[in-house]
């Protein structure tokens, strides 16, 4: 069975998961640790409980999420796993650092690339691939069924939905996959995004003023 531990790192308020199994095999997701007191953090959550680090997960790459990816990569030498679509976006990053007012190294390490309807197993345990496009082209959302929940990203939020008006990003196409692959979802299945607090699908689909 899953845990996820939860933390909030760097100037974007972005979200960051460590998924573990009982077996304390373990997925960061989206390492946004921007900071070495945010590092140490994390870091050190991972040494307290003994987790093996099997992979290091990117529901996009966004610069917010992948602030911490070269340290994750370095200390623990585990392949990032990402939709292929999204390596544009990695590759952005460094120019997309310097207009924020700051340096960003290319990230150097392996990738690999997943797409729709794959599975990740850690042991038992499993998180099927959604394909999410519309906040960025290869958004995805790490869905486990028997859990009902996912980490989703900047797809869909409490209350409101990921931006479109970055680089590739589409307004039509986000609220098309929302409707079309994560509304037909379980209602009670709980969405940890990318900022802000978890929500459901139901809430989500009921009250959500953009639906």
Avoid: W
């Amino acid at each position: 069975m899953f845990q996820i531990k939860s933390f909030t790192f760097n100037p974007f308020s972005q979200n960051t998961y460590i998924v573990y199994n009982d077996d304390k095999d373990a997925y960061i997701i989206d390492p946004g640790n921007f900071t070495d007191e945010e590092t140490n953090v994390l870091e050190q959550f991972i040494a307290d409980n003994d987790l093996k680090v099997k992979n290091i997960l990117l529901t996009h790459a966004h610069i917010d999420h992948v602030l911490g990816l070269q340290k994750a990569y370095d200390k623990y030498q585990v392949p990032v796993v990402m939709h292929p679509l999204e390596q544009e976006m990695l590759d952005r990053n460094p120019m997309d650092a310097n207009r924020f007012g700051f340096f960003f190294k290319p990230f150097v390490g392996k990738i690999s690339y997943v797409k729709e309807t794959e599975i990740l197993r850690l042991g038992k345990d499993e998180f099927k691939i959604i394909h999410v496009p519309g906040h960025s082209p290869g958004s995805i959302a790490f869905h486990n069924e028997k859990q009902k929940f996912m980490i989703s990203g900047d797809v869909l939020f409490e209350g409101s939905i990921g931006r479109t008006d970055l680089y590739k990003g589409s307004h039509e196409e986000l609220i098309s996959n929302i409707k079309s692959k994560l509304f037909v979802l379980d209602q009670d299945t709980k969405v940890y995004n990318g900022h802000g607090n978890p929500t459901t699908i139901g809430y989500e689909k009921n009250y959500s003023p953009f639906f």
